[in-house]
């Protein structure tokens, strides 16, 4: 069976969307570089490569240099769906990725978003 639509959208696309959606609630592209780079490992040099090949959603976290160990800590709703039930590991770091650009958009402090274990 072949995987989501979205799997095969480029990162290049995706990202101004996320540069739009922030920016427009007052907040910066720095503030989502730093989330991505929580999340993925990617360092701003390694986010605007990722542009630059337009590598698919799919390659962009394959080549990711070190996913976060803390991602299980990233619960709540994106798109009706609860993130820490997505079944396939792409659409769930995908859905985490969202749901950390939703809480830049939002204005949540930065320590809540960039989570990390309690003690």
């Not at 907040?27 to 989502?32: A, C, D, R």
């Not at 990617?42 to 590598?55: K, L, N, S």
């Not at 394959?62 to 079944?87: K, W």
Request: net charge negative; glycine share 8%.
């Amino acid at each position: 069976m072949a995987g989501h639509r979205i799997f095969g959208m480029t990162f290049a696309s995706i990202y101004p969307l996320y540069v739009t959606k922030v920016e427009r609630k007052g907040h910066t592209t720095e503030e989502l570089d730093t989330v991505l780079t929580w999340l993925t490992g990617y360092d701003e040099a390694g986010i605007h490569e990722a542009i630059a090949d337009e590598r698919t959603l799919e390659e962009f976290f394959a080549q990711a240099p070190a996913m976060n160990a803390h991602t299980d800590l990233i619960t709540g709703v994106i798109c009706g769906v609860r993130v820490e039930e997505i079944e396939d590991p792409l659409m769930q770091q995908i859905r985490w990725m969202d749901k950390l650009v939703d809480e830049v958009a939002r204005g949540k402090r930065m320590t809540s978003i960039l989570r990390a274990p309690v003690g």
